[in-house]
C-alpha cells in the first residue's frame, strides 16, 4: 500500500484550549499493527501516520511491546529527526483497556481474561515501576452495550474514580470519531480543583488521543505538544507532566488508504459470499475477545428455523423449475415432430 497524500489539520483547526496557541508534536496516541490485530505492519503504520499529519505516534498493540520496538527501530533509520515512534503496549482483558506508554519490555504482571481489582493495580504499579505511563482508553467503547447479548462489551470495568485512586495517569478522551464528554469534564473539573488547592495538589490527569487505527481509515484528532525537540524523550516528558492538548475533527479526514482487489481476492470473493449467505441461517453472539483466548461473555447462538424452511422451499421449487425448463424444449421438440408427420401422412394418403 502506498500513503501519498500528506494531511495538514492545522490548516482548519486549533486546540481545544484556546490557550495552546503554538505546538511543534501532533501525536498519535493509540495505534495497533500486524504484530496483534491490525492490518498494517509497522514500518507501514509509520508512514501511514505521517500521511495522516502526524509525526509521533505511540505504538500499542494488545499485551506486546514488539510492534512498537519494531516501528521505533523503523522510524530511526528512515525517518531520523523527522518522525519519533514511542513504544507501547495496550493492556487488553474483559475488563479494561489500557495503554502502557514508554516501554521496552512487555508487561503481563496482572494481566488475564478476568483481572481483580488487585491485578489492575499491579499492572498499573509495575508500569510506574518501568517509567512508563497508564492511560485508560475508550471508556464509551468499554461500556457500549452489545446489541444481542444487552450488556456492557467488557465486563465490570472500573469507575473512572477508581481508576483514578489507583494511579492512572491519564484518560483517552477522544477514540476514533468519538469523544468521551463525561471523562472530559471529569478532568476539567479536577483541574479545577488542582488550581484551588495550593497546599498538596494532585497531579494533573493526562488528556489523550489517538486513531485506534487497526484498518486504513480517516484520522479524527491529534494530540498536540510543545516539546523541547522532536524525540522521544521530550515528547514523553510533556506527557508525564500533563502539557498536551488535541485537535478534534468529527467529520474525519478525507484523504484515507484503501488497498486494491488483488485477482485472488476476485477469484475467492464469490465463494465467501456464498458461504456468508450461508451463514446469515445462524447469528452467533461471542462477546468481545479477552485477548486471552475467549470471549468477554457467555456466547449465543440463534438458528433461524423459518429462513432455513424457506431456502429449503426456495431450493425445490427452483429444482422444479430447473427440471421444467430443462425438459420442455424436449417436449416442444417431440410435439412439433408428432404434428409435423401427422401432417406429412395426410398429405400422402390416397384420395
Known amino acids: 500500500m502506498k500513503f501519498d497524500w500528506v494531511t495538514n489539520p492545522r490548516d482548519h483547526l486549533v486546540p481545544v484550549d484556546p490557550e495552546y496557541n503554538s505546538f511543534n508534536v501532533l501525536l498519535d496516541g493509540h495505534a495497533h499493527t500486524t504484530v496483534s490485530d491490525g492490518r498494517l505492519t509497522p514500518e507501514q503504520l509509520v508512514e501511514y501516520s505521517i500521511a495522516q499529519g502526524f509525526n509521533a505516534v505511540i505504538v500499542t498493540d494488545h499485551n506486546t511491546?514488539?510492534?512498537?520496538?519494531?516501528?521505533?527501530?523503523?522510524?530511526?533509520?528512515?525517518?531520523?529527526?523527522r518522525?519519533?515512534?514511542?513504544?507501547?503496549?495496550?493492556?487488553?482483558?474483559?475488563?479494561?483497556?489500557?495503554?502502557?506508554?514508554?516501554?521496552?519490555?512487555?508487561v503481563s504482571v496482572g494481566n488475564k481474561a478476568f483481572p481483580s481489582d488487585d491485578n489492575i493495580k499491579q499492572a498499573i504499579a509495575k508500569v510506574h515501576e518501568l517509567g512508563g505511563l497508564v492511560i485508560?482508553?475508550?471508556?464509551?467503547?468499554?461500556?457500549?452495550?452489545?446489541?444481542?447479548?444487552?450488556?456492557?462489551?467488557?465486563?465490570?470495568?472500573?469507575?473512572?474514580?477508581?481508576?483514578?485512586?489507583?494511579?492512572?495517569?491519564?484518560?483517552?478522551?477522544?477514540?476514533?470519531?468519538?469523544?468521551?464528554?463525561p471523562t472530559y469534564q471529569y478532568m476539567l473539573a479536577q483541574r479545577t480543583e488542582i488550581r484551588r488547592n495550593t497546599v498538596d495538589p494532585p497531579a494533573p490527569l493526562i488528556f489523550m488521543t489517538g486513531s485506534d487505527v487497526h484498518t486504513p481509515g480517516s484520522a479524527y484528532a491529534w494530540t498536540v505538544l510543545?516539546?523541547?525537540?522532536?524525540?522521544?524523550?521530550?515528547?514523553?516528558?510533556?506527557?508525564?507532566?500533563?502539557?498536551?492538548?488535541?485537535?478534534?475533527?468529527?467529520?474525519?479526514?478525507?484523504?484515507?488508504?484503501r488497498p486494491n482487489y488483488s485477482a485472488r481476492y476476485l477469484a475467492l470473493a464469490p465463494l465467501s459470499e456464498l458461504a456468508q449467505y450461508f451463514e446469515s441461517f445462524v447469528d452467533r453472539y461471542e462477546g468481545q475477545y479477552s485477548f486471552h483466548g475467549t470471549h468477554c461473555r457467555q456466547g449465543i447462538v440463534d438458528v433461524h428455523g423459518q429462513s432455513v424452511g424457506y431456502f429449503?422451499?426456495?431450493?425445490?421449487?427452483?429444482?422444479?423449475?430447473?427440471?421444467l425448463l430443462y425438459k420442455l424444449p424436449s417436449f416442444l421438440w417431440l410435439h412439433a415432430r408428432r404434428l409435423y408427420s401427422r401432417g406429412v401422412r395426410r398429405e400422402v394418403i390416397p384420395c
Open 65 to 81: 511491546v514488539a510492534g512498537g520496538l519494531r516501528a521505533e527501530s523503523y522510524a530511526k533509520r528512515k525517518y531520523p529527526g
Open 83 to 106: 518522525f519519533v515512534v514511542v513504544p507501547g503496549m495496550e493492556y487488553s482483558n474483559c475488563r479494561i483497556h489500557m495503554n502502557f506508554i514508554d516501554l521496552n519490555t512487555t
Open 136 to 181: 485508560v482508553n475508550h471508556i464509551p467503547w468499554s461500556n457500549h452495550s452489545q446489541d444481542r447479548i444487552q450488556a456492557p462489551r467488557l465486563v465490570n470495568h472500573p469507575s473512572i474514580q477508581s481508576l483514578v485512586d489507583w494511579g492512572v495517569d491519564g484518560f483517552e478522551i477522544a477514540n476514533q470519531g468519538t469523544f468521551d464528554l
Open 226 to 257: 510543545r516539546a523541547a525537540n522532536l524525540t522521544k524523550e521530550a515528547i514523553v516528558k510533556e506527557i508525564r507532566h500533563a502539557r498536551t492538548s488535541f485537535l478534534f475533527d468529527p467529520t474525519g479526514n478525507r484523504a484515507n488508504g
Open 312 to 323: 429449503v422451499m426456495y431450493f425445490i421449487a427452483a429444482a422444479a423449475l430447473f427440471e
